[in-house]
């Protein structure tokens, strides 16, 4: 199974909003509602901050969003700030009752 | 509070098998949670290897599935990982987690491989 596609990196200045993308195929992210996303700091564990596409667990801010269109999902971060500067991972579900997660993007906070 | 806790070597020979255990506390295994383990290695993204239910059905990432076996130990609260073979391309920090989603992880445990 194939990675999905993130781009490698994005960067925003503090305040602004960026969107990380993440394309799959409609055997995973096309084709079922469970993409999640990973927050992940240097050394650190990942730590879910998004999940069934668009779902917030409690506890993470309401800046974060996740969106869906097609094979690609979406995570935006509005009001950037520098505590949200790490490496975003997305997830998928696949048809073939397996798991897949993009390459990561590593988020830079101007 | 869940918490998982990997443990096992820090460094496998060549050729030989890289075994890890995943002590799952505050929660039973016997669930509607899959439990996982994803690896890492320096400086790239996550990889899925695989997971196992408390039916002890199994699902494997097809690249790994000829060397990994994922079992669990449901009266000792605890799942394991084994991947023969290993070579240096299997050097990574290794985390389980309870699925879907992803949450919580364990803090990784960093295996290297070499002689």
């Known amino acids: 199974q194939s990675a999905l596609t993130q781009p490698a990196s994005v960067s925003g200045s503090l305040g602004q909003s960026i969107t990380i993308s993440c394309t799959g195929t409609s055997n995973d992210v096309g084709g079922y509602n469970y993409v999640s996303w990973y927050q992940q700091y240097p050394g650190k564990a990942p730590k879910v901050i998004m999940h069934?596409?668009?779902h917030r667990p409690s506890g993470v801010s309401d800046r974060f969003s996740g969106s869906k269109s097609g094979n690609t999902a979406s995570l935006t971060i509005s009001g950037l700030q520098a505590e949200d500067e790490a490496h975003y991972h997305c997830m998928s579900y696949t048809s073939s009752s397996r798991r897949v997660f993009g390459g990561g993007t590593k988020l830079t906070v101007l | 509070q869940v918490q998982l806790q990997e443990s096992g070597p820090g460094l496998v020979k060549p050729s030989g098998t890289l075994s890890l255990t995943c002590a799952v506390s505050?929660?039973?295994?016997?669930?509607?949670?899959?439990w996982s383990w994803v690896r890492q290695p320096p400086g790239k993204g996550l990889e899925w290897i695989g997971e196992v239910y408390h039916t002890e059905s199994t699902n494997y990432n097809p690249s790994l599935k000829s060397r990994v076996t994922i079992s669990l130990d449901k009266s000792n609260n605890l799942f394991s990982l084994k991947l023969n073979s290993v070579t240096a391309a299997d050097t990574a920090v290794y985390y389980c987690a309870r699925v879907p989603p992803f949450d919580p992880w364990g803090q990784g445990i960093l295996v290297t491989v070499s002689s």
């Open positions: 505050g929660a039973s295994m016997i669930s509607t949670y899959w």
């Open positions: 069934d596409v668009s």
